[in-house]
Nanobody, 129 residues
């Protein structure tokens, strides 16, 4: 089973930056590690649905972003270290949420949480105005 652990969240002023990390370990039922799958970042604010933030393909060569974060956030991965990152710049109060990383069912692009099977526990990001 794949385990995902997020870190790097915290309290930051508007306009500031944070870098979230997601450490992956273990293997899927088919014996693969997370490096074989696309990964995504999602976020969930209180009382709201879990929203797509960013996606990265297994190789790291293809990335996709939600319109609200495009140009401010950058997703990357280091498969040698089984790590996925989310660099967040120019943060806004509306970016406040719990951020989750997730492993997709395969190496494909999905903006829906239903396209992802393994999830971390989340890390809180709070942006003050």
């Amino acid at each position: 089973q794949v385990q995902l652990v997020e870190s790097g969240g915290g309290l930051v002023q508007a306009g500031g930056s944070l870098r979230l990390s997601c450490a992956a370990s273990g293997r899927t039922s088919s014996g693969r590690t997370s490096s074989s799958y696309a990964m995504g970042w999602f976020r969930q604010a209180p009382g709201k649905e879990r929203d797509f933030v960013a996606h990265i393909s297994a190789s790291g060569g293809n990335t996709n972003y939600a319109g609200s974060v495009k140009g401010r956030f950058t997703i990357s991965r280091d498969n040698a270290k089984n790590m996925v990152y989310l660099q967040m710049n120019s943060l806004k109060p509306e970016d406040t949420a719990v951020y989750y990383c997730a492993t997709a069912f395969g190496d494909y692009y999905s903006r829906s949480p239903a396209g992802y099977d393994y999830w971390g526990q989340g890390t809180q990001v709070t942006v003050s105005s």
